[in-house]
């Protein structure tokens, strides 16, 4: 390893990508962010522009993956990761996450390069094991809306396993549930943007279903500590990483509402097809392993994400 660490973060403009690099930046790598900016965004790394130690490729990892020097890690974020993006993007999304994931595992490998895949809680499917150990095998309709995102991230872990086997690669995998905090996408239709952008509009928050369903939110902070943990630890088999503490859709309403300490109107809306009806990851292996579990409320957390769309809507 060279003495200050390269690290190529593909989906590095995304929401998560783009908080891995500030901390990987704070932590002393040398960032490459690469991203075709279809659903990430120039303003999350604007404030990381001109730094000597950051470089920003403006790139579809689908089409092409090289870099000139040595590279210490790759972490591959890239991918529409939000369902109403996956279905305005399907073939997209399945070339992210099987021909961007051979690009970069292929990249990882010529450089030697530990490589971290932002696998998700969505190759579980629509679960009928709750919570959802690593050990459950999912269950997923492959011909559904939601099968172009399921399906490439299952296929993205075939693949990195693949090549731990086949070329010895050092390759992590991180299952990662549902994340939310500043820099979502305010229209990314996500339930916590969505939820959030209505409420301070004064609009009613557009509840999918009855709202009996369940998620479980982990705030960004929390996951990029885990995703940091499994980089550097010895995993290779691959590890859940969100928040325990399972909501329905009408209890995170009630959140929101304590949080503003006002009453929200709320109108329904039919729940989308294959919507999965519970969430909850199973975290005791990364409990166990690396010592970690997410120190953030719902209630925190919601506060810093209203602060930072506030923020938006005044800027
Ligand atoms: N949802 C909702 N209202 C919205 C957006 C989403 O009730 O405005 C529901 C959605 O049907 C799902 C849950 O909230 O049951 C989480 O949806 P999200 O799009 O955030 O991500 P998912 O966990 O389904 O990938």
New binding site residues.
Partial sequence: MTAKPRTLVTGGAGFLGSHLCDRLLAEGHEVVCADNLITGSADNIAHLLGRPDFRFLHQDVTEYLYLEGPLDYLLHFASPA???DYLRLPIQTLKVGSIGTHKALGLAKAKGARFLLASTS?VYGDPQVHPQPEAYWGHVNPVGPRGVYDEAKRFAEALSMAYHRAHGVATRIVRIF?TYGPRMRPHD????S??CIQALAGTP?????D?S?T?SFCYVADTVEGILRVLLSDEVDPVNIGNPTEFT?AGLVATLEKVLGRALPVTY?P??QD??RV?QPDIARAQTLLGWRPQVDLETGLRETLAYFQGRAAG
């Fill in positions: 939000s369902p109403v969505e549902n239709g996500r339930v916590v969505n939820f928050l557009t509840v999918y279903g709202g369903q998620r859709i809306a729940l989308p919507d999965p969430r």
